[in-house]
C-alpha cells in the first residue's frame, strides 16, 4: 500500500480569537490529484500555509514526507501556487526568473544558474506554453498567464508535493485546460497534488478525490460522493430539510 505523502494530524490553529482549523485529520497519497473545497473563510488558505510549515499549528503536527514541512519545503519537495493577492506582480522579475527561483534550493549559496537549471526552466515553460512570454514583466502577464508561471516554478522546483491556492480563479479556459492537464499528468507521474477551487463543476475532471473543509474535515473521498447535495449542505452552512 502505498505510504502517505503529507499527513495532517488532529491540526488545529487559531489567529488569536479566530478559530481557522479545528481537528484537522487528512492524509494525501501520491499519483493523485486531491481537490480542496469551501466556502470563503473556511480554512483552505489556512491549511495550505500549515502544510507548508508556514504557520505552525496551536495543536497537532503536519507531516510531509514523514519529517517536518520546513524540511521538505528546504530539500524542494513541495511547490506552492498562492492566490493572485499574495503576489507583488510589480516586482521586477520576468516570467523565466520567476520560474528560476524554483531552481534556488539546488543552486547553492551562489545563486549561480547551470545549465542544468536552465535547461530546467525553459523545459518548465515549454509545458506550460511560456516560452514566448519568458522575458516578459510577470505583472504584464493575463491572470491565467500568471497562474501558469507559478506552476512552471513548480516543475522546475522538481517538487514531489504540489500545493495549489484558487489556480482558476479569474484565469481563462485555455490556461485553465492547460493546468488542468499538467496537474493530472504530474500526478500520473507520482506527484502529489492539492488544489483549491470553487468550480464544482470541473472537479470531478480534475481530481480522483476531494475533501470538504468547514474548518475541519466533512468529507473525504471520491467526488461525486463528496459533491453530493447533503454533504455540501454542511459546508456552506444549509440545511437540506428546508429547516432554518
Not at 70 to 84: D, E
Not at 206 to 212: D, F, G, I, K, Y
Request: hydrophobic share 40%.
Amino acid at each position: 500500500m502505498t505510504e502517505p505523502v503529507v499527513e495532517i494530524q488532529d491540526v488545529t490553529v487559531r489567529y488569536g480569537d479566530v478559530l481557522a482549523l479545528d481537528n484537522v485529520e487528512l492524509t494525501l497519497k501520491s499519483g493523485r490529484v486531491c481537490g480542496l473545497i469551501g466556502m470563503n473563510g473556511s480554512g483552505k488558505s489556512t491549511l495550505f500555509k500549515t502544510i507548508m510549515g508556514l504557520v505552525t499549528p496551536d495543536r497537532g503536527r503536519v507531516l510531509v514526507n514523514g519529517g517536518a514541512p520546513a524540511t521538505a519545503r528546504k530539500a524542494g519537495a513541495l511547490g506552492y501556487v498562492p492566490q493572485s493577492e499574495d503576489v507583488d506582480w510589480t516586482f521586477p522579475l520576468s516570467v523565466r526568473d520567476v520560474v528560476m527561483t524554483g531552481r534556488y534550493g539546488k543552486m547553492g549559496f551562489t545563486r549561480r544558474a547551470s545549465k542544468t537549471d536552465k535547461a530546467a526552466v525553459e523545459a518548465a515553460l515549454a509545458r506550460v506554453e511560456l516560452t514566448d512570454f519568458a522575458d516578459r514583466q510577470i505583472g504584464q502577464l493575463s491572470g491565467g498567464q500568471k497562474k501558469r508561471t507559478f506552476v512552471a516554478r513548480g516543475i522546475a522546483q522538481e517538487a514531489t508535493t504540489l500545493l495549489l491556492d484558487e489556480p482558476f480563479a479569474g484565469v481563462d479556459k485555455r490556461s485553465e485546460a492547460t493546468i488542468t492537464a499538467l496537474l493530472r499528468e504530474l500526478a500520473a507521474g507520482g506527484a502529489t497534488i492539492l488544489v483549491s477551487t470553487h468550480d464544482l463543476h470541473a472537479l470531478p475532471r480534475l481530481a480522483a478525490e476531494a475533501v470538504l473543509l468547514n474548518r475541519r474535515v466533512l468529507e473525504h473521498g471520491d467526488p461525486d460522493v463528496v459533491l453530493r447535495p447533503e454533504n455540501l449542505a454542511k459546508a456552506f452552512g444549509l440545511d437540506v430539510d428546508g429547516d432554518q
